[in-house]
């Protein structure tokens, strides 16, 4: 070993009761799950558009960008939804009032603020009422710690929306999440891709 290896916890997969799972790195690797996941779903009755998925590194390493600005700038998507998790406020000593009211199985997160262009905010929030799929808001007024800022100044700037799942005990080797919130993020995703077509403008008016 030498200064610099990288190591982690060597904690395994857990399923727990009421459909939750314990895992390490489901932070963000259920990202790319639920996108792969909303592929499959789109097999079933396909979208007037492309639809990319794609998995990224070094997103918690500053959102600087890493893999998600590479492949924002290469794919050149008209719009992009990020996938990552966000945290429960569920559990005993977490202040509501200036987190959110975020619970475990309670449905993905939408957020909106300045990296999240409203026109894709709008269709996530429209799909999501369509599809009777429960959601959270979340207020992002600054960054969202997330690759949308990463991909929504990637290139000319791209339309990008920010989807997360309640994430209890992020973090650590034994991250929880709800599948339930897993297979509704998917749903979402795959709702919001059969909404658009080509010429989808996702300039705010
Ligand atoms: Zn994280």
Redesign the pocket.
């Known amino acids: 070993m030498r200064v610099g290896d990288p190591a982690v916890l060597a904690a395994e997969a857990v399923e727990l009761p009421n459909t939750c799972i314990v895992s390490r790195s489901l932070?963000?690797r259920m990202g790319a799950f639920v996108a792969l996941e909303a592929l499959r779903l789109l097999k079933r009755s396909k979208p007037n558009a492309a639809v990319y998925a794609v998995a990224t590194t070094q997103e918690?390493i500053g959102w600087r960008g890493g893999g998600a600005k590479t492949s924002a700038t290469g794919i050149d998507p008209a719009a992009a939804i990020a996938v990552d998790?966000t945290h429960c406020t569920d559990h005993p000593g977490v202040d509501k009032n200036e987190y959110g009211d975020v619970k475990l199985g309670g449905g993905p997160v939408l957020s909106r603020g300045s990296s999240v262009n409203p026109v894709v905010f709008e269709h996530l929030v429209d799909t999501a009422e369509a599809e009777n799929i429960p959601y959270t808001l979340a207020a992002a007024p600054r960054d969202t710690g997330t690759d949308a800022d990463a991909i929504y100044t990637a290139r000319q700037g791209i339309a990008t929306g920010l989807v997360s799942v309640p994430n209890r005990y992020?973090?650590s080797p034994n991250e929880m999440v709800s599948l339930d919130d897993l297979e509704r993020a998917a749903k979402l995703l795959a709702g919001f891709a059969r909404r658009v077509n080509h010429q989808a403008d996702f300039i705010p008016t």
């Open positions: 932070d963000n918690e998790v992020m973090h």
